[in-house]
Each structure stands twice: as structure tokens, then as C-alpha cells.
């Protein structure tokens, strides 16, 4: 590889960078903890840009190993992913999860454990919730997929997730895509007739699920956030049609007046 490197060119700094240089000490002068910590910062910086500048120019030699683009073992795999005809070739390992991501830029369904054990990332397959990590991509051949950005009709919200934005059924919002495809799955379910490790009589049509059998039924979603109760109320809000009693609200103005005031206070 060539490794000539012309380190006397001018480095094109941000305006970040810049006023990091600008804050960096002077000769004689004192340090003070900010002065300080902002001039390692700026030293850092300076160093990572030369050194991406010095890797952009490098020209990789003819005889470099370069990893193969074409795909091995391809096959075409043609699907119809939210109602829209899709036509891909693929290596014949490619599971659906890299294929929605990474070829057809649909990243609302998240990578998480990639085993198949937090259910991040579920999706729907002919109406069948799947976990699309463990789902092989050529499988899905002449199929419906259904991803959480499938769920709505323009505008309109699908009502699981407008229920788990009411019942604020989420915190990062990392699980939330496969959590809301899941509920949807698992209430198609539950409308055929599927019974589950919960149902008290199996003999018996199931009637209106209770928050014991939704958690259940929803086991395979893994929420590290614990935003289990509200997940819950929003199912049993779409499902039954009765909504919970909201117990939160919206901090007001005033609240988050009061505890900015209160940190400032703290401060002095």
C-alpha cells in the first residue's frame, strides 16, 4: 500500500473543533478544570481528524484482499413488504431482519439479541407474528410482511400504537416496534381462538383476555425498560375496547419551572 501521507496539508476544522483550539491554554497563563478538560478534548480531536485524513488518503494496492460483494449462494426472493411488491437477490442465509434493514432501509424492526430470545425483532408474516432474525429472508417467498412502518394507513395510526402512545407504553422506545407488531399478532391470535399457558379452560371459547394472559401471550417481548403495566393497559385497551384509568400525566409549565429553579438552587 502507498503510506506517503502529506501532513503538511491544512486541516478543515468545524466550528466545534475550532473553538475547542481557541479555548485550549496559552503559554504562562493558569489552568482552570474547564480550560483543562476542553484542551484535551481539542487535542484529542485534532488527532482523530489527522488521522482520518491520513487514512483517506491511502490507496489500497493492487494485490489487497478485498471482500467479495457479490453474494454467494444468491437467490431471488420476491415479497410483498407493506402491501408494496419487493424483488431481491440475496444470499440464501440472509434472514429477514438484514434483508428489511439493510437492503430495503427499514430499520423500524430493531436488531437485539439477534437469537431469537428478546423479540425486538418481531414482525408479521402472512398476519403471523415472527421473529424475523431467526426467519430466513428466502422463506418469505410470495409472503405478506408487515413491518411497524406497514401498521399505519398514512396518517392514521394503527390503534395499538396510538393505545401505547396514550398509555405511554414505552421508554427508549428500542423494544417498542416489535412490542407493538407482537400485540398485534397475539390479538389475531386470540380472536381464532389460540389458547395459551395461561388460559384457565381450554375446553371453553376464549372470551376477553385478562392482563395475566396478555403478559403471557406477551412473554417473548422482553422490555429492559419495565414498561410492562402500561404495555399491558394498552393491549387490554385495544383489545376490549374499555380504557384504563390514565394514572400519569404530562409534567405542566409550572412544574418544570419549579424544578429547573430548584436545580439552580441546588447549584449555588
Not at 484542551?39 to 488518503?57: C, R, S
Not at 420476491?78 to 411488491?85: E, I, R, S
Not at 439477534?114 to 415472527?130: F, N, P
Request: aromatic share 2%.
Amino acid at each position: 500500500m502507498n503510506d506517503d501521507v502529506n501532513e503538511s496539508r491544512d486541516l478543515e476544522l468545524s466550528e466545534d473543533e475550532a473553538a475547542l483550539v481557541e479555548d485550549m491554554p496559552k503559554e504562562g497563563g493558569g489552568l482552570t478544570r474547564r480550560t483543562l478538560i476542553a484542551g484535551g478534548v481539542g487535542v484529542f480531536a485534532l488527532d482523530l481528524l489527522a488521522t482520518e485524513n491520513a487514512l483517506a488518503a491511502l490507496v489500497p494496492s493492487a494485490d489487497a484482499a478485498v471482500a467479495a460483494t457479490a453474494a454467494e449462494n444468491a437467490v431471488k426472493v420476491a415479497m410483498k413488504v407493506n402491501g408494496v411488491t419487493k424483488t431481491l437477490e440475496l444470499d440464501s442465509r440472509v434472514v429477514l431482519l438484514d434483508a428489511l434493514r439493510e437492503r430495503l432501509a427499514l430499520t423500524g424492526t430493531k436488531k437485539g439479541c439477534d437469537q431469537g430470545q428478546c423479540g425486538a425483532c418481531t414482525v408479521l408474516v402472512d398476519g403471523k407474528r415472527v421473529l424475523s432474525c431467526l426467519t430466513l429472508a428466502a422463506s418469505c417467498e410470495g409472503k405478506q410482511v408487515t413491518t411497524i412502518e406497514g401498521l399505519a394507513k398514512g396518517d392514521d395510526l394503527h390503534p395499538m400504537q396510538q393505545a401505547f402512545i396514550d398509555h405511554d407504553g414505552f421508554q427508549c422506545g428500542y423494544c417498542t416496534p416489535g412490542q407493538i407488531c407482537s400485540a398485534v399478532g397475539m390479538l389475531t391470535e386470540a380472536r381464532r381462538g389460540d389458547v395459551s399457558h395461561a388460559t384457565e379452560d381450554v375446553t371453553k371459547p376464549l372470551g376477553e383476555l385478562t392482563d395475566d394472559e396478555i403478559r403471557e401471550r406477551m412473554s417473548g417481548n422482553i422490555c429492559r425498560c419495565g414498561a410492562y403495566p402500561k404495555i399491558v393497559a394498552a393491549i387490554q385497551d385495544v383489545h376490549s375496547g374499555k380504557k384504563k384509568a390514565q394514572t400519569w400525566a404530562f409534567a405542566t409549565e409550572e412544574q418544570l419551572a419549579r424544578v429547573g429553579s430548584e436545580e439552580n438552587d441546588a447549584a449555588l
